[in-house]
């Protein structure tokens, strides 16, 4: 069984397609076909449906490719290691943040990054602060950012704080608090809302802020991105509440200082085992000191809250 196979396995899982699986892999369709052939042989089950219409997994090939992923991955990491023992760094690179991280200017240090180690493939994925730690956590991310509530920490991974922030309402240019210096929880709970769904991470931290002083509000829509609750604002149709630091990238709204809004802190966060090219990102970054790394691992992981890892948007 060759790594070649393997990688060729997944091309046609992840296309539904042999011609787009050559494609991808940069060979005829011909020759992936009889690697494929001789890997079912080897293997004595066939690892996908062929018709006219469509390519699908058998269930033994769903068996079989999160096996050949691993393998892929474990052959990636290991030419990655020994091109870093002699000073090269290569490899993938997954990035993980949320969608208002602004403590760090991400596409510029990726833009360096990516000027220092040429040979790294990049991946970048949006995500709430909660789903990213689990993903760090797993291995499938290898450097997230994430915004928290003062009162929380990321746990299981190696993080160092980045930035402080607090919240501050979003409105339309022509809504009546658009020319008020300050607001406060009591006088927002009487507009109507833009947030993240319910339950999300996201969403939490305003959703506490308001019952800790014993208001309500009405949340009338939810979206899954920062970018459209602005455009919801701008529109006049409801208010939102958005980090300080973030909102300043948002055109056609005003902000206003929240006087008892709620503060949140941006974390990067990474493996306890770092690739290579996550370690070199980290320098980019210069919030990785060798020496400080037994410092900024948790030391309280067990039992915790979930609140523990939500996220502050």
Not at 145 to 157: D, E, I, K, S
Not at 237 to 252: D, F, I, K, N, T
């Amino acid at each position: 069984m060759e790594l070649q196979q393997m990688r060729y396995v997944v091309a046609v899982a992840e296309t539904n397609s042999f011609t787009r699986a050559a494609e991808r892999c940069l060979v005829v369709q011909s020759a992936l076909s009889h690697q494929i052939a001789r890997l079912e042989g080897e293997l004595g089950a066939r690892l996908f449906e062929r018709t006219s219409r469509r390519v699908r997994l058998t269930p033994a090939g769903a068996a079989f490719l999160p096996a050949a992923r691993q393998c892929l991955d474990a052959a990636e990491r290991a030419a990655a290691e020994v091109a870093a023992a002699v000073g090269e760094v290569r490899g993938r690179l997954a990035v993980g943040l949320i969608p208002t991280v602004a403590a760090v200017d991400v596409p510029g240090a990726l833009s360096e990054f990516r000027q220092r180690y040429p040979h790294v493939r990049i991946s970048l994925c949006v995500g709430a602060s909660e789903d990213l730690v689990e993903q760090v956590r797993q291995g499938a991310v290898d450097v997230a950012f994430l915004g928290l509530p003062t009162t929380a920490r990321p746990q299981g991974v190696a993080a160092r704080e980045l930035a402080r922030d607090r919240l501050v309402a979003v409105v339309a240019p022509d809504h009546p608090l658009a020319d008020e210096p300050v607001v406060d929880l009591r006088r927002l709970s009487s507009e109507v809302f833009v947030d993240l769904p319910a339950g999300t991470a996201g969403r939490v931290q305003s959703d506490l802020a308001f019952s800790a002083a014993g208001l309500g509000r009405d949340v009338a829509f939810e979206v899954t991105t920062a970018d459209f609750i602005a455009r919801l604002v701008a529109q006049g149709l409801c208010v939102a509440m958005l980090p300080a630091a973030y909102a300043p990238q948002l055109a056609g709204v005003v902000t206003i200082e929240v006087t008892d809004a709620p503060a949140r802190v941006e974390y990067v966060i990474w493996g306890r085992t770092s690739t290579p090219a996550a370690t070199a990102f980290l320098d980019v970054l210069d919030v990785l000191d060798v020496r400080d790394v037994p410092d900024v691992l948790d030391r309280h992981e067990g039992t915790q809250h979930p609140s523990a890892i939500y996220a502050g948007g």
